[in-house]
């Protein structure tokens, strides 16, 4: 019977994200003696791989007798090759699918529960809708605290981990997220490891905003780095700077990020997991979380923050990583330049120390510095601050940068942008407010982050009071169409800068 | 900026089910300047018609420059023509998006809220993963008795709706599923037309079932009716037999059972407001509900079913329908014939008084036609079953069934199934069980309900004690792949059939 089940293999190069689509013919023999019909769940085996995959049923002429189409996801899970034979049944039942329906009839899931639920999504066995499902009903705080740890722990267990034999303690730092240019990463970094302790920091790239800490450092240098380079820079600098998109630290977070951001739902338990997960995997022992709060920010209400920030330590604590939380002012953006090389610049002038630097940048930075000094030496914030802003101001954290730099494969020129477009001051007024998200969206319409050089650089600060005439703010963009399409949403956005007349 | 967005259609011929799917090259200008990436949202224009829909990004060959392919759905909600253009732009924001947040969070929807989401599903602004979310937080419980009105009432708003001018009880029956065989439908309407009430009945073709009674009927005569041919038909004979398909009367409804489906989430609330809304919206005053419970049925105990039964009995009054709900025997298949062509003939014995016709089946039949007397002549249920089994003894139903079947447009012949095998009882015993999912699935994987004559006869019922190389069922299919690869699967459920040695 499994003989019979076999169709050639096409390659689509249909990119369907995560989820493997097979297109089959409707007049097909599989689908016509399996009754399949369009999205059936079906298991395709190739060799010794195999996944489960959605059927798309094919009318006309797309395919040819006797083959299947693969999505570009289910070409590179198989490891096929076109013109190869490819075999298709009935997908297994997923087991633990019976665990999620008990969370969605509300009762409280086990650690093994929840560890099957990971492991059966890291492997992609379940369907994006059945993820949504999974994720909707663990959102609105409806996983506990025992809930969250075993959610984290489930994830650490199904990715790879790291170690860092003969170091004590390994630090980290992260941020919740959603405040344009606040990139203190390169800063934090460059300050701890000039002090001796060890931080081998892995960042995303951007994935809603118009640039990540790995798309910033790739404009400076190679991010691209595999384990093997990673452990060489850290023996050499203490510290990297690198993409961390490769290293598999946790499959099954990327699998619930790309759904949760689709359904726009910020599940706390899951925000939790996703980054505690990636942090303990890279065997982190110390990390402060950087929490900006701000109407237009990702969390919305101190309320909210301190909630995060108890879960947080509490969930660290189980999972034997010692959290501190510091709860940020997230009104508006941190630094003036938005987009790869513009964060890259105002990275370069703090740790230069640059009289035109921005200086609540220089000051995020050494606060998230302080804090983990006084994690790591267990000193109070204020000799923290000392030590940070003495290590910066000597250009200590400068020379460091640069060592990391050079270990990950030297220093790039930054590219200027082919357009840019300055845009000016309405009429005398003070600036009241910047909209975070807005302006996010007028930098990736710009370009950024597919253009490195690409995005804005702010001329101004809530607060500042601007004389008619003054530059408000210059776009960077590589194409004719960014730039006007930029400008042209720019212009509808009657709240993006909201002004008060003077 | 409108008309440079644009691209050729090409009618891809894939069917994604009902989510419309664009595939647009990664290197067209608009995925370029819009940042589009796969599964992204996406608004489709073309002349007035929109859609929103799914990306996926195709690299290759599949597309020519300048084109864009569209799904089969997509093609049809935009009434699009190959080679004309389309415009595709970011998909607006679906504020009711954020009522589904709400509920994710526990809180409890308004009527308002419930209605906005309902007509946003209903005209195909949301996603599967969407949907999906939705879904799973009202399932378990989580809608209140208002939220389940709310619902029902929202998908009655959104569909088309029937009345019956100078009709003062407009009759309907349901069953909630999951036995095979239980063929009642056309019994009961021709016992309860026979006697002069109205009661127009639209049915389902098998969603997961061997067959729908729409299958069945299709076997014996036409069922595709438009609500012309329905209200000419019902003027003749107070009573029809039709597919419910083609008539919209709950457009929500079929968004959301197919997801539901995919998930295995029946939400009661959901099942509730499903069932309703459609005997509302096609005008009936008066329908009795049959529910199966049984360890292999879709309801698997009484509480459950007396929890059904009471939100059935409550929504329905809120909603000006009478509802009577019936909590009947689920454990084995009613009737001998699993199939469309197989359940037609159990009918037809039954109407006709054939000495060997199923006694399940007949009885069942005549349990709920006298609960339909007893509603609506408000009588005992004794003199229902009095008059039912006069009518159904009499010829009057079958004569009546004659009727209703020459007003759709005659009789057909039924069909004969190309290839039929016989299983024979392995020993001396008795038949202490049949699961009838494993049933149903047996009856499918023949080519029930595609190929009419496909299914299987049941020689056996439970209780029964059976001699060696008696027979068990006959397997009816129309292929010998469909024939084999059915017997192959029933070799290996060996609980299909459960027996004790005597």
Not at 31 to 39: I, K, P, Q, V
Not at 278 to 295: L, R
Request: neutral net charge; glycine residues 8%; proline residues 4%.
């Amino acid at each position: 019977m499994t003989t019979s089940h076999q169709l050639s293999i096409v390659d689509m190069g249909i990119d369907t994200h995560q989820e493997p689509v097979v297109y089959m013919r409707s007049d097909c023999h599989i689908c016509r003696s399996e009754g399949f019909t369009a999205n059936n769940r079906v298991t395709l085996r190739y060799g010794e791989n195999c996944v489960i995959a959605t059927l798309n049923v094919v009318e006309g002429q797309l395919l040819a007798p006797d083959t299947a189409g693969l999505s570009k996801i289910a070409m590179h899970r198989l490891g096929a090759i076109e013109g190869q034979k490819l075999t298709v049944s009935h997908a297994p039942v997923v087991t633990s699918l019976s665990s999620v329906r008990k969370k969605v009839f509300g009762n409280k899931l086990s650690d093994i529960e929840i560890a099957v639920i990971i492991k059966d999504i890291s492997t992609h066995r379940y369907s994006d809708i059945e993820i949504a499902s999974f994720l909707s009903v663990c959102a609105g705080g409806r996983l506990d605290v025992d809930e969250i740890i075993g959610l984290t722990q489930a994830m650490v267990a199904c990715g790879q981990r790291l170690s860092w034999p003969g170091q004590v303690m390994i630090l980290d730092k992260h941020c919740i997220g959603g405040l344009p240019g606040n990139r203190t990463t390169p800063l934090v970094v460059s300050i701890i490891s000039a002090a001796g302790l060890v931080i081998p920091k892995t960042s995303s790239r951007a994935i809603t905003s118009p640039a990540g800490t790995a798309d910033t450092m790739e404009a400076l240098t190679t991010v691209n780095l595999d384990l093997a380079d990673i452990r060489r820079v850290v023996e050499k600098t203490n510290a990297c700077l690198a993409w961390g998109g490769a290293m598999n630290l946790s499959p099954a977070d990327d699998m619930l990020i790309r759904i949760e951001r689709a359904l726009d739902l910020d599940g706390e338990g899951q925000l939790i997991a996703s980054v505690l997960s990636k942090k303990i995997a890279a065997g982190s022992t110390h990390a402060v979380i950087d929490i900006p709060v701000g109407p237009t920010a990702k969390v919305r209400s101190s309320k909210e923050a301190e909630r995060l920030a108890s879960l947080f330590t509490h969930v660290g604590a189980a999972c034997g990583i010692h959290i501190r939380c510091l709860i940020t002012d997230g009104s508006q953006p941190v630094g003036l330049g938005i987009g790869p090389v513009q964060e890259a610049r105002d990275v370069l002038s703090v740790l230069q120390g640059d009289a035109n630097a921005p200086q609540d940048l220089r000051e995020r930075a050494l606060f998230l510095a302080a804090h983990l000094f006084s994690l790591s030496f267990q000193e109070s914030y204020e000799q923290g601050i000392e030590r940070a802003t003495a290590i910066l101001d000597e250009g200590k954290a400068w020379q460091q940068f640069q060592h990391i730099v050079k270990a990950q494969g030297g220093i790039k020129p930054l590219p200027e942008a082919r357009y840019q477009h300055t845009e000016v001051v309405p009429g005398t007024c003070r600036l009241t407010s910047i909209d975070n998200r807005k302006l996010a969206r007028l930098a990736k319409l710009a370009g950024a982050p597919a253009s490195l050089a690409a995005g804005l650089r702010l001329h101004v600060k809530v607060g500042d009071v601007l004389t008619e005439g003054a530059p408000l703010f210059t776009l960077f963009s590589d194409s004719e169409g960014e730039r006007d399409y930029a400008l042209a949403y720019y212009r509808e956005q009657v709240t993006l800068f909201m002004f008060n007349q003077q």
